[in-house]
């Protein structure tokens, strides 16, 4: 990141409302609302209990003391107990072209690893072209469908990454 007010930590409860509004801008931003998107899961309300636990991780990023992303790993629902998935992970407009994706991806993928971790999946849509770019850079391959049991029928590009 090429800012020294930036900040990247674990999430806290202090942090649930913030995510819960970054997750829902950014959604809202690129045409991801409702049915079938991860702005309905009901994770996004209480991001910090959702991600306290033995096989997760969730990471904000702090810019003056405002939280302007995140990103976190969890098990994939209805996958192998060897695969991950990359979730929620979202930065404001204004956050951006400063190295937070990057750095929270970093974080995220080292997480998944040290957590036992062998495939990070993820789902997203192919207009997110920055975000498409940045899985690509990681060595994220397409798949031709969705894997698990995530819900989220309104994504459509699958991709995972060997760890």
Known sequence: MNTENITLRKIEQK?????KDIIEKVMTEF????????????????????YSNTDSAYYVVEE?????GGA????LNGG???????????VLPEARGKGIGKALMEVCLEAA???????????????MESANILYQKYGFKLLPKSMGN?????CNKWLMKEL
């Open 15 to 19: 942090d649930n409302n913030a995510v």
């Open 31 to 50: 045409g991801a609302v409702g049915d079938g998107f991860s702005i309905m899961d009901p994770e996004v309300k209480s991001m910090f209990e959702n």
């Open 64 to 68: 003056n003391g405002k939280v302007i």
């Open 72 to 75: 976190g790993i969890a098990p």
């Open 80 to 90: 192998e107990k060897e695969t991950c998935e990359l979730k929620k992970m979202y």
């Open 113 to 127: 690893k040290s957590l036992g971790y062998k495939f990070c999946y993820l789902e997203t849509l192919s207009h």
């Open 150 to 154: 995530t819900g989220h029928f309104g």
